[in-house]
């Protein structure tokens, strides 16, 4: 009995080792991994860059404008959200 034991056990054990082995040498379908990469290449920037368009175009008397506005507290307020109201009214007596 306990032979038998042995024996169903190891055939199982073999079964198990052995559905490993068939299929491709890759891990998956061609496109496995495609998301990872796609996600790493959209994180990192590109060592050779594209040349600037053209430098930014400041105007100085925008600026000081803006800043003088900004130190005397007189920069326009931000308006408060709208918000929606739901009214509803009921039909019985």
């Given at each position: 009995m306990k032979i038998n034991i042995?024996?169903?056990l190891s055939l199982i054990?073999?079964?198990f080792l052995l559905?490993?082995?068939?299929?491709?040498?890759g891990?998956?379908?061609a496109q496995f991994g495609n998301s990872v990469r796609q996600n790493i290449?959209?994180?990192?920037v590109n060592p050779d860059g594209a040349?600037?368009?053209g430098s930014l175009t400041y105007n100085g008397e925008r600026s000081a404008l803006a800043q003088k506005h900004y130190t005397m507290?007189?920069?326009e307020k931000a308006k408060a959200p709208k918000t929606s109201t739901v009214a509803g009214g009921?039909?019985?007596k």
């Open positions: 042995k024996l169903s054990s073999a079964l559905a490993g082995c068939g299929g491709e040498a891990l998956g379908p290449a959209a994180q990192v040349e600037e368009d507290d007189t920069v009921g039909g019985g």
